[in-house]
């Protein structure tokens, strides 16, 4: 029971916080963002879990890479399959499909430290007793 309770308070985290960032980045953002940012938040939870004995710079590595392949996914889904035209990198560079770009990548892996900071922490008090 108490796993469901963390999962579901680091899904809620996520599905606030990212359309939040969003809004503060870009003045804008679109319901989707909101599941994107849960399913990314719980990926950060349980990479940080797995790789809690590894290095900082692994976990924010591994942690940008999963917040651009979620984003990559729903960029896929929402932008190109269902026309939603939610964002759009096509002018940046380094981009895939303009759904993903190297300069976003670098930026995920740096916005997911506070992140990687607070996981263990987080992770201590749920299992303490």
């Not at 950060?44 to 591994?62: E, V, Y």
């Not at 981009?95 to 992140?115: D, E, K, N, R, T």
Request: net charge positive; charged share 15%.
């Amino acid at each position: 029971m108490k796993k469901r309770r963390t999962g579901a308070s680091v899904f809620l985290f996520g599905a606030l916080g990212y359309p939040a960032l969003e809004i503060l980045w870009r003045g804008d953002t679109h319901p989707t963002m909101s599941l994107a940012g849960g399913i990314c938040a719980l990926l950060l939870f349980l990479i940080n879990r797995r790789l809690a004995p590894g290095s900082l710079p692994l976990r924010l590595l591994a942690s940008g890479a999963a917040i651009t392949l979620t984003e990559l996914a729903f960029g896929v889904i929402f932008n190109l399959a269902l026309g939603l035209d939610v964002w759009d990198y096509s002018s940046l560079p380094l981009h895939l499909f303009g759904q993903i770009c190297l300069p976003y990548s670098l930026l995920w892996c740096l916005l997911a430290l506070p992140f990687c900071l607070l996981c263990p922490r987080r992770r201590k008090s749920v299992s303490a007793p």
